[in-house]
């Protein structure tokens, strides 16, 4: 894949995950305002789980910031497009399907 077109979609998507972080946070926050009301048990309940379901989502999105970053700090070295693990080349295909991708469809598959 032209390294143009990666950094580009790598970009992109990077704001959506920022995006996404900061509507997390928002939500976040009006979740605890609303924990002060009064309520069962299960309305009490609620906002504690929804925090955990939260944290979760947060932590998969921060994950996912750090992937990309590694896949634009490639672009600047000149090794994207490269397997991290075997050096092996990746195919375009794949790129294009996660620009982000740090592994050919094989070593992934073998890692899980």
């Given amino acids: 894949m032209d390294t143009n077109r990666a950094n580009e979609l790598l970009l992109r998507e990077r ?3 920022e995006n996404l972080l900061k509507g997390l946070g928002e939500e976040t926050a009006e979740d605890q305002d609303a924990e002060g009301e009064v309520g069962d048990e299960a309305d ?3 906002p504690l789980a929804a925090e955990y379901e939260d944290e ?3 932590g998969r999105l921060a994950d996912r910031l750090e992937v990309i970053d590694r896949a634009l700090k490639r672009i600047e070295d000149g090794t994207y497009g490269l397997s991290v693990r075997s050096g092996t080349p990746i195919p375009d295909e794949r790129l294009e399907a996660d620009p982000a991708a740090e592994l050919t469809i094989e070593e992934a598959r073998a890692t899980r």
């Fill in 15 to 17: 704001a959506e995950v």
């Fill in 56 to 58: 979760a989502v947060a």
């Fill in 44 to 46: 009490r309940a609620q």
